[in-house]
């Protein structure tokens, strides 16, 4: 018998800096992906290496409504970021899926 995984956007808490980020677009309201990948190189008699990147770091996208809540406290981080002289302000990130555990976080993102 296959598995049939259950996916429920309300069970997706994303927080930055502590406040809930509500009213996410539909679809890809959030995407994260990879800012380096490993590579593989093979040589002329197939032999293979494999350079392991050594970055952890991730690209996250979050697509909100313009009229929700969510939009105002992202656009405020953003200003506050972008006033700030000569230096960027980290801030708490957090992303939990309830009901299969994955857990995506950073206690010193920029946004």
Do not use: C, H
């Not at 309300?10 to 800012?35: C, F, H, M, N, W």
């Amino acid at each position: 018998m296959a598995l049939v995984g259950t996916y429920d956007p309300a069970a997706v808490i994303l927080t930055v800096d502590g406040l809930r980020i509500q009213g996410l677009a539909p679809d890809s309201a959030i995407q994260s992906e990879k800012t380096s990948e490993s590579e593989v190189t093979v040589g002329m008699d197939g032999v293979a290496v494999v350079s392991i990147a050594p970055g952890r770091a991730r690209v996250v996208t979050i697509t909100v409504l313009e009229t929700s809540p969510g939009y105002r406290i992202l656009a405020d981080f953003w200003t506050d970021q972008r006033n700030t002289i000569g230096a960027i302000v980290p801030r708490p990130f957090n992303l939990e899926d309830l009901i299969n555990g994955d857990l995506l976080n950073d206690p010193e993102a920029v946004l």
